[in-house]
């Protein structure tokens, strides 16, 4: 049986759902205010390319706790 995931099912599994099963879904997971600010920004969005070219996405910047911690 093939299974498929939505593009946004598979962000939110990452992010919000990885958070819950962590318990740590009032600190992580989403984007609130008085959460942890953990943020990837890639050099295109996901939602607007093919789907084959998702694997070329390159990191341009990470956040850790609401602080630069990587820029390309």
Do not use: H, Q
Request: proline fraction near 3%.
């Amino acid at each position: 049986m093939n299974v498929k995931v939505t593009l946004s099912e598979a962000l939110r599994a990452y992010t919000k759902w990885s958070a819950y099963a962590e318990s740590f879904e009032k600190d992580l997971g989403t984007l609130e205010p008085g959460k942890l600010a953990d943020v990837v920004v890639l050099d295109r969005n996901l939602f607007k390319v093919p789907t084959d070219e998702i694997r070329f996405a390159k990191v341009t910047l990470t956040m850790a706790d609401g602080k630069i911690v990587y820029k390309r």
